[in-house]
């Protein structure tokens, strides 16, 4: 595209979001909306910076040059939402290579502007059933993790001939890995560990935190809370579970339904305020979560005091124990090296801007060494499940899964516990992948 006279190319400032005006009738409104897509995908013809980051770029790009005119003039409008079906909101495009996001005078914010294109739709035609059930995370945990239930549920997940009858009713992708189901919950598990300790604060961190389970944790991988438990309370800070949550919204504003997103917050923000006044800091398994509180509920709900009260509380875990490494009050005596770790960096921790802390931390364990890969895994939510995207998630997992089977790593790990099964079940250098949380207290001999 042609740059008018006097516009820079990229800024030196830091990026900035604008809140996100989602109650405004006008938010909703299809004419502007078009309008405002057609600008916006025209600036990124014209840069094509991001088209290795999804399958988002590349279909709009395609569409472009397969036009009559070879412009975005020639794309039918049509045709824009399958650019915005390919748009998972890892938000990379925008925290790392878009040089035209606000304060830029072009003002692009890619990620809310598809979230802006998603929620349109929403409201016109709602969504399949089968992807409002998939991101039920809540009432499909809470029914498959229901004794007998959950060991029906694995089995038959683990059967061929069934997982080609949940593709075909469900929209399930046969191949893809799904989750295990607990009906000891995460919840449950961490009953009897609690322990008594007092708490050391520090100037950005009060010793004590609260954790929110989040679905996943609590119903898949209930064995990082005691994780979570064990490793947090060897370096002296007192945690224990938020007394009640529902899921955080993610999936459901990855589906553009942000009516259920608000219900989510209303349930969850009360209970995690609550919390923050009473010196609990908080934090989650799994970044998507921690992103949700510090950056998408404050961005949808910017005059709510609440929710930016929770904002400043909310941490990621390795970020939570760098900061209290920083004052000398993170243990350092551990029992067992790790090895070769190949470490993926998940899209929703990288976008927070807070460095690689789950990497600094790994690292302080003697004979340990930790290889760092920047990509993303193209899980993203419920991406890599469903059988119309599940294949360009794994071409897009492909440069991580090449990275780990030259590396043949002692063990492979993500702050996503999603994310790391889909890349182990691609790999062939990996048996099972591990959270960090895990590996830490492995080596603490835990």
């Given amino acids: 595209m042609d740059k008018k006279p006097g516009i820079r190319e990229g800024s030196l400032e830091a990026p900035t979001r604008h809140p996100l005006d989602w109650t405004n009738p006008e938010f909703y409104n299809e004419e502007k909306l078009h309008t405002e897509l ?4 025209d600036i990124c ?11 988002t770029f590349p279909t709009l790009f395609d569409l472009v040059d397969e036009s009559e005119t070879m412009e975005v003039d020639g794309v039918d409008k049509a045709d824009y939402q399958n650019v915005v079906d390919q748009c998972y909101l890892c938000d990379l495009c925008y925290m790392t290579k878009c ?8 003002n692009v914010d890619f990620p809310h502007l598809m979230l802006q294109a998603k929620a349109v739709k929403f409201q016109q035609s709602g969504a399949p059933l089968n992807h409002k059930i998939l991101t039920s995370t809540d009432a499909v945990g809470k029914l498959a993790t229901i004794p007998l239930i959950d060991i029906t549920v694995n089995a038959l997940n683990r059967n061929g001939a069934f997982r080609k009858v949940l593709e075909a009713t469900l929209g399930v992708h046969h191949q ?7 009906s000891k919950t995460l919840r449950k598990s961490v009953k009897t560990m609690g322990q008594n300790i007092t708490p050391v604060a520090t ?8 954790l929110f389970a989040t679905c996943y944790g609590n119903y898949n991988s209930p064995h990082l809370g005691e994780d ?17 949550e529902q899921c955080c919204g993610m999936p459901k504003m990855e589906l553009g339904d942000l009516e259920s997103v608000a219900k989510a917050k209303e349930a969850n923000i009360p209970v995690l305020a609550k919390l923050v006044d009473q010196g609990y800091d908080l934090i989650a398994p799994v970044p998507s979560c921690v992103l949700m509180f510090k950056q998408e509920l404050p961005l949808m709900f910017p005059d709510d005091p609440d929710v930016q009260k929770v904002k400043e509380a909310f941490f990621d875990p390795f970020e939570y124990l760098f900061l209290r490494h920083k004052n000398e009050l993170f243990n350092t005596e551990f029992k067992q090296n790790l090895g070769d770790i190949s470490y993926q960096v998940a899209c929703h921790l990288r976008v927070q801007n807070i460095g690689f802390k789950t990497r600094d931390i790994l690292q302080l364990i003697p004979g340990t060494k930790v290889d760092t890969i920047e990509r993303c895994s193209g899980h993203d939510g419920t991406y890599a499940v469903r059988k119309e995207t599940h294949e360009k998630s794994v071409k897009i997992a492909r440069p991580v899964v090449r990275k780990v089977n030259q590396a043949k790593p002692d063990h ?14 691609l790999s062939d250098a990996v048996d099972k992948p591990m959270h960090p949380m895990t590996l830490l207290r492995t080596a603490y001999g835990l």
């Fill in 38 to 41: 057609e600008r916006v995908f």
């Fill in 228 to 244: 979570f438990y064990k490793v947090f309370q060897h370096n002296g800070i007192q945690i224990e579970l938020v007394p009640t």
């Fill in 176 to 182: 893809a890995p799904v989750p295990q189901y607990h």
């Fill in 99 to 106: 040089p035209y996001v606000p304060p830029h005078e072009w």
């Fill in 412 to 425: 492979f790990a993500s702050d996503c516990p999603m994310a790391a099964t889909h890349i182990a079940t």
């Fill in 45 to 55: 013809h014209g840069c094509r910076r991001c088209v290795s980051l999804c399958d």
């Fill in 203 to 210: 100037q950005k961190t009060t010793g004590k935190v609260a």
